[in-house]
């Protein structure tokens, strides 16, 4: 069975420690954890591995993160990955720092990247893990926020969120969305 898991966030050295960039921090560790190279190929840095007989495949579109659909889209299509197989690792600023949480479908909440996958794949009905950013900003600042890098506490507490953030993604693909929601969705 082929997983496709996606980590959300924008290329490039300026973005790389970034709130908004927690899915491909995420994806990195991982990846890290299986020694995995990332391979750049189209519309995405790609790796992939095996994990308890599931065929997982990795993806960090290079698309930026409101375009992140067009690069879904031509994967799940490639890959013939069907969408309940598809896991997207995103930011939210609803959640407090660390805090995890994976849903089988919902809205975008207004994150863009979110937005454009659900355009380009039609609809909404893909999965989700949510990492909470926090939503330390004042009104009109959210974009600086998202776009500005964790403080030196929240970097220093990183590796373990990530962690379990790792815990859940092998678990959606080996035990479902259902189970993993349980055992881990406070």
Known sequence: MKYLIV???NIGPKYELTRHNIGF???????????LEW???RLAFKAEFKYKG??????????????SGKSVNYWMKMLKVSKENVLVVVDDIALPFGK????AKGSSAGHNG???IEAMTGGNNYARLKFGIGDNFSKGRQVDYVLSNFEQKEFDELPMHMDKACDMILSFCSIGINRTMSQFND
């Not at 990195?28 to 954890?33: G, N, V």
């Not at 599931?54 to 375009?67: A, C, D, G, S």
């Not at 995890?100 to 849903?103: G, T, V």
Request: proline letters at 3%.
């Open 54 to 67: 599931r065929q997982i495949h990795l993806i960090k579109p290079t698309t930026f993160m409101n375009l």
């Open 114 to 116: 979110l937005k454009d």
């Open 100 to 103: 995890l949480r994976m849903r």
């Open 7 to 9: 980590g959300l966030g």
């Open 25 to 35: 921090l995420t994806l990195d560790r991982l990846a890290d954890k299986h020694d």
């Open 39 to 41: 391979d750049t190929d």
